[in-house]
């Protein structure tokens, strides 16, 4: 079997609130200095990945989960489950809840529900985010919306670099200005939008709501709060294990030496957020550096990685 690491070209979104910082800080080509996405990991129709190279070079990560399941150790599911992405906020973001899977089948044409997490990659000087709010039963809830009283509903945290959220479905959130975050979330494009700071585009027009969605998927009252990481020496390695959780697990892997594992789930997806290293298969090397984003198969049982470098890897 042929145990090559699957690596992707990423796929850029022009988003009214990106900049630069995809190229300023990962040296991506990106189309415009407005780019708010990269997606890195991606099979989902609004966005496919291609792999780069090697053997399946060319296919998307769909066709290899509908047609070459072995690469993924058999497992079910019509759907990759995963979607990996690195948001640029250089601007705030609307305030947005999703559904989960049950709410989206019936009211999405059977998309998956979003639940995600985010590992905050840079930020500027004293950094907020909104997460959560502060009704505490549905019918506050309504009245402030009714009300336009955001200020008060919104729950503001502070951030800062390597913090990690974990957003399950109906968790109101935003990123805002100066944030640029990787993403680890459901494979599903379904957002209800519940605030947008009351902006205008060119033409004093407002984007839309999705009000009385929203006001069906927010939990309430709000209980998701910032993940306290644990932390694990290995050989060659730290673990920084932030979520093991229904819809994925993530980690991050900081890896000074050489670093040896064996693989315990049918496949890894792993971003390279600094420095650069190989990793080792009995077949041969693999280089990888900064931005880099990989699937490691089921056909590679034990691998080694070495170099110094951070790696978030995920899994289900
Ligand atoms: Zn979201």
Redesign the pocket.
């Known amino acids: 079997m042929n145990q090559q690491p699957i690596f992707f070209e990423p796929v850029f979104k022009e988003r009214i609130w990106g900049g630069t910082a995809l190229r300023d800080q990962f040296g991506y080509d990106i189309p415009s200095e407005q780019t708010g996405e990269c997606w890195a990991i991606s099979a989902h129709p609004n966005g496919q990945s291609v792999v780069k190279s090697g053997e399946w070079k060319g296919w998307t990560l769909d066709q290899l989960w509908k047609d070459r399941r072995e690469l993924f150790g058999g497992m079910e599911g019509e759907k990759f489950p995963l979607l990996t992405k690195i948001l640029d906020a250089n601007h705030d973001l609307s305030v947005?809840v999703?559904p989960d899977d049950q709410y989206a089948q019936t009211h999405e044409n059977g998309e998956l529900g979003k639940t995600?997490c985010w590992y905050i990659i840079d930020c500027e000087k004293d950094a907020e985010m909104i997460f959560g709010h502060t009704a505490k039963t549905k019918e506050e809830l309504v009245r402030m919306i009714e009300e336009g009283r955001w200020d008060d509903l919104l729950q503001r945290v502070k951030i800062k670099l390597g913090d990690f959220y974990y957003?399950p479905s109906g968790t109101i959130?935003a990123l805002c200005k100066g944030t640029l975050v990787l993403e680890t979330q459901q494979n599903s494009d379904t957002?209800y939008r519940v605030y947008d700071y009351d902006r205008t585009d060119d033409n004093g027009n407002k984007r839309e709501l999705h009000l009385e969605k929203a006001i069906d998927v927010i939990t309430v009252p709000h209980t998701a709060t910032k993940v306290e990481p644990k932390t694990e020496e290995k050989q060659g390695a730290t673990i920084t294990t932030y979520v093991q959780a229904p819809y994925f697990s993530v980690y991050k892997w900081s890896v000074n030496g050489i670093f040896r594992v064996t693989r315990d789930k049918p496949f890894l997806l792993c971003s390279v957020l600094s420095g650069s290293g190989k990793l080792k298969t009995a077949q041969g090397e693999h280089p990888f550096k900064k931005g880099d984003h990989f699937l490691i198969p089921a056909t590679i049982d034990t691998f080694e990685i070495s170099g110094e470098t951070n790696i978030i890897v995920s899994h289900v």
């Open positions: 947005q999703h995600e957003v959130h957002t």
